[in-house]
Structure formats: structure tokens, C-alpha cells
């Protein structure tokens, strides 16, 4: 992996950390767990004069629009069950196991997309998905409560969504494809939302959606960028050291009681990020 490669998805894995942060604070102020949706509509108005542009300049190939369609879909079952995560548990034990998406990510890339991954990348992942493990004490019963198991199928959509994203960026400019996603989400849930006073609940939280927005619009978009140098498991995994971030924004900005088994799990995940850069 190349180091530019490398350094994008450490910046990428910052503001990753950084808008869900801001996401966490906002439901624990008593925000719903859609709010996310709010911040969909906000990025569909960023993005709309670069999207049309590109549209009508470059015109993406139907195979293109079509993964970007199939990959809002995911997404709009991002926006419905992300919230309701943070809603159910603190941010250092829930970002974690929401971050498990490299198992999945490996899977599709190697089965469906015809990657390969070297022994090195594979060490790597391993032990990111070990230390992820291991900052729930090791301990697969308390996997089976409703708040892990929700935060694991939203690594399952995520990884979906990723993979749709490696698809259609191969023929399609990256922000065609977060518009046109980004968009199929926000119609697709768009039916119960109009059903609440939106516009009072935009004004309200105004400052935090933009800052959601922006962050996750700039955090993703260069992951976009390397998924067209990269290959799509070694770029999600090594996205992953996010984590670690995240359980010094739980121990600084939540003021969460966290051991240090997961401070030291959050090391490990750090070093197998490392491998995969090496990889």
C-alpha cells in the first residue's frame, strides 16, 4: 500500500471519528435516531451544483448510476439504524463493534470482486478484528444483546455499502456516486420524515448536521479516491484505526469508564492497521 494511500485513510479515519462523535453527542442531548437523515438532505444541497455539473459534463455509464442506486439503499438502512446504535450504548463500546466491517469487506473483496490479499495484510486483519474482540472482554454472549447485534448488522450495511462504492467509482466520478446514493437514501425514508415538523428540527441542531455533513461527505469522499488505487479490504481495514481514536474521545469528551483491556485492545487494533500499511 502506498504511502499516500496510507496517510488519505488515516485523515479519512479522523473525520470519521470526528462527525461521529458530534452524532453521539446530539443523541445523548435527546436528538431521534434519524437524525442522520437531516444531515443526508444537508450534503444533498453541498453537493448539488458539483453533481450537475459532472452530469452533464460526464455522464456516468447506467452500470455506474446503478451501483450508486442499489449502494442508497444500504445507506438508507444506515440512516435508520445508525442513530438507534448510540442510542442503546456508549460511544467506545458501540464504535467499535460498528467498525467490524473489515471481515466483511474481505469477504466480497476476495469472493466476488477477485482480490487478493497478501499473508502480511491478513495478519493484519486478523488481529484489527482480535482487538475489536477483545474490547468486549472476549466475551460472545455479550455480543447477543440487542445494541452489539445491531451495531454488527450496521458493519454488515457498511461493508455492503462500501462495496457498491468500490463498484461504481470504477466508472463513475466519486461524488456522482454520493449524490446519487446519498439521494436514493433520503427518498427512500424521506416518506416518514415529512410526517414530523423538519424544518424545526433542521433549525434546532442546524450547526451540528452541517458539521456531520461535512465531515462524513470529506471522510468518505477520500475513501472513494483510494478505492480507485487501492484494493477495497486493505482500505477499509486500515480505516478501522478510527477505533483507537474513538476510545480516547470516549475516555476525554464522554468521560466513560473504559479499563484498560479495551485501551489495550485499542493498541492492538492500532498495530494491525500498521501491518495492513505495510501489506
Known sequence: MEAIVVFLVIISALLHTYWNTIFKQEIDRGAKHDLYWFCAVAQIVILGIPALWLFITSPPPIQGISFAIVGGLSLGAFLILAGKVYQLSNFSESYPLMRTLPLFTLIIGVLFLGETVSAIAKAGIAIILLGIFGMQGFDWRALLAKGPLLAIGVAIINALYGTFSKLSVESTHP?????????????????????????????????????????????????????????????????????????????????????????????????????????
Do not use: C, H, N
Not at 217 to 229: H, I, N
Not at 258 to 272: F, H
Open 175 to 279: 461524488i456522482l456516486f454520493m449524490y446519487i446514493s446519498i439521494l436514493v437514501a433520503v427518498l427512500v425514508y424521506a416518506p416518514k420524515m415529512l410526517k414530523r415538523p423538519v424544518i424545526q428540527e433542521m433549525r434546532t441542531r442546524w450547526s451540528s448536521i452541517l458539521q456531520i455533513a461535512m465531515g462524513d461527505l470529506f471522510s468518505y469522499g477520500l475513501v472513494l479516491v483510494v478505492l480507485t488505487m487501492d484494493r477495497l479490504s486493505y482500505i477499509f481495514a486500515l480505516r478501522q484505526i478510527s477505533i483507537f481514536f474513538s476510545v480516547l474521545v470516549g475516555i476525554v469528551i464522554f468521560k466513560e469508564a473504559v479499563k484498560l483491556p479495551r485501551i489495550a485492545s485499542a493498541v492492538v487494533i492500532l498495530i494491525g492497521a500498521v501491518l495492513i500499511g505495510l501489506g
